[in-house]
């Protein structure tokens, strides 16, 4: 039997990571992998994450299931975070999920359940296994246009067109913040625009926010998705606390469902739970749990908040300095961009061969489309990159 199963894709970006281990160079630097790393290359357990798991050692007493959709408290507490006022309570159903991977796989089979023709708009580039799952689920994908490789900015006319050939049944998969693999994102004013088509067409929204906080502060990164979710009758959510609590191998994330009709909720929300049970039954808890019981404490909530901004400044000041050199040794602003570009990516736009080049020349390590990881950065290593790239002729 198992001989008739095929050789499936490996993941370029995890192979990429097997060979910067396997690169014997000292000097070799990693800008793939999307996990955020300090400056001295580590990616720390946060403070907050740290005192919680304390107190839950101390005070848990069972390890027993808790509920098909998780913890209620982890819902209010997320729902909260993301979308803040925006939407009553009451219009929102969700279901903890491993991670926000899980979650935009619980927000694609929904959509096939109440469509089974549905198709998913995606951004031209997203995150790739956004494509591999819809790939694994048999959903057809359309593209929208989104990055301007000329500009390296968006190319917001081409998405708007391309949005607007959407239809009710529909879903339109966006990224809230910090695009993943571009940078590159939209203001408040031209979301306000997307809401506008995406009322004109009746299809719904689905937004990915896997980096609450990597870009222009909590509040500041949510305002899209609760600007959508003021906005439209319905939409889901797939939110992810991997990043942002730092706690990806607990598997940690969310999907909510919006209903305008209240009325809707029961059905969402069962149809919630019913799918974490077909797909792995109880979603796990210990992520969830640090993560509410950090948003409920006041004191760790602060020191949570405080040590995520200091992440998100730490990138923003790399990024400021890498166009800085860039600006340097190049005479142009042509790499400016790098400084506009927010969360822990950038798609640098430079051709596969000048990708190579970093890799092979260099030991510097991106992903094939230019994606590189700013965290993957320090303020030694900064200069080198720079270099390097204007040594491969950018
Ligand atoms: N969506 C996007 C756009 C991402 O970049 C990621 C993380 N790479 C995720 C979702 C989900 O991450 P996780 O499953 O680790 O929470």
């Known amino acids: 039997m198992f001989g008739n199963l095929k050789t499936q894709p490996a993941d370029k970006i995890l192979m990429l990571m097997q060979l910067f281990k396997d690169d014997p160079r000292p000097t070799k630097i990693d800008l793939g992998v999307g996990v955020y790393k300090n400056a001295k290359g580590e990616t720390p357990i946060m403070r907050a994450v740290k005192a919680a798991e304390k107190q839950l050692w101390e005070q848990e007493t069972s390890k027993s299931y808790v509920a098909l959709a998780g913890d209620p408290g982890f819902a209010d507490a997320m729902i909260n975070l993301v979308l803040g006022n925006a939407v009553d309570r009451g219009n929102v159903s969700a279901a903890a999920t491993p991670g926000g991977t899980g ?98 067409t009746g299809a719904t929204p689905m937004i990915d926010i896997a980096y609450q906080g990597f870009g222009d502060g909590l509040e500041e990164d949510a305002a899209a998705t609760r600007l959508v979710a003021s906005s439209v009758p319905e939409m889901l959510i797939a939110a992810s606390c991997s990043k942002n609590f730092g706690v990806y191998r607990e598997r940690t994330g969310i999907l909510m469902a919006v209903t305008a009709d209240k009325g809707l909720s029961t059905l969402t929300q069962g149809t919630l739970a019913y799918l974490n049970r077909q797909n792995y039954s109880f979603p796990p808890d210990h992520g969830a749990r640090l993560v509410t019981m950090i948003l409920n404490d006041d004191a760790l909530r602060a020191d949570w908040a405080a040590e995520l901004e200091e992440v998100r400044l730490s990138m923003l000041g ?77």
């Open 103 to 200: 979650a935009c796989r619980q927000a694609f089979e929904m959509a096939r359940m109440a469509n089974p023709d549905v198709r998913v708009f995606v951004s031209n580039p997203t995150w790739p296994n956004h494509l591999s799952i819809l790939k694994h689920l048999g959903i057809e994908t359309v593209t929208y246009r989104y990055f301007d490789n000329g500009t390296r900015g968006v190319d917001f006319e081409g998405m708007l067109e391309d949005l607007a050939q959407a239809k009710p049944g529909d879903l339109v998969l966006l990224h809230g913040c910090c695009h993943n693999p571009t940078g590159a994102n939209l203001n408040l004013a031209q979301w306000q625009a997307v809401v506008d088509v995406l009322l004109k």
């Open 318 to 394: 790399l990024r400021q300095q890498l166009a800085d050199e860039l600006r340097k040794l190049t005479g142009s602003d042509q790499f400016g961009f790098i400084a506009q570009h927010r969360g822990m990516f950038s798609r640098l736009g430079v051709s596969p061969e000048v990708v190579s080049q970093l890799r092979d020349d260099h030991a510097i390590y991106a992903v094939g489309d230019s994606r590189i990881n700013i965290a993957g950065l320090n303020k030694e290593t900064v200069p080198a990159l720079a270099k390097a790239l204007h040594k491969c002729g950018v």
